[in-house]
């Protein structure tokens, strides 16, 4: 129910955001959408490149990152939440 809940909010969050684009002031909400997607891609970036400097040293575990595709070089937890997975670990059915 939480789940459901909680992306009801992302939903309307989105929504309420990506409608600035229609206002009077669209150059503001176009310049504060681009600093968004712009930070995003930044981040999502320095995750990655950290990651694959975690691995540098094992070979194995590194293909395995490579491997895995794009999702394969984020963080377990974030990966998790991307393709909306649950965790075996914190709970068991």
């Known amino acids: 129910m939480t789940r459901r809940i909680r992306g009801f909010l992302w939903f309307f969050l989105f929504c309420g955001f ?11 909400a176009d ?22 400097w ?12 490579i ?9 377990r937890c974030w990966r998790l939440w991307a393709l909306d997975e649950h965790d075996e670990d914190k709970d068991p059915k």
């Open 18 to 28: 990506f409608s600035l684009a229609f206002t009077p002031a669209y150059e503001i």
């Open 31 to 52: 310049a504060l959408l681009l600093a968004f997607l712009l930070t995003s891609m930044i981040v999502a970036t320095g995750m990655k490149l950290w990651n694959m």
């Open 54 to 65: 975690k691995y540098r040293s094992d070979p194995r575990m590194f293909e395995l990152h």
């Open 67 to 75: 491997s895995s595709g794009q999702g394969g070089l984020w963080e």
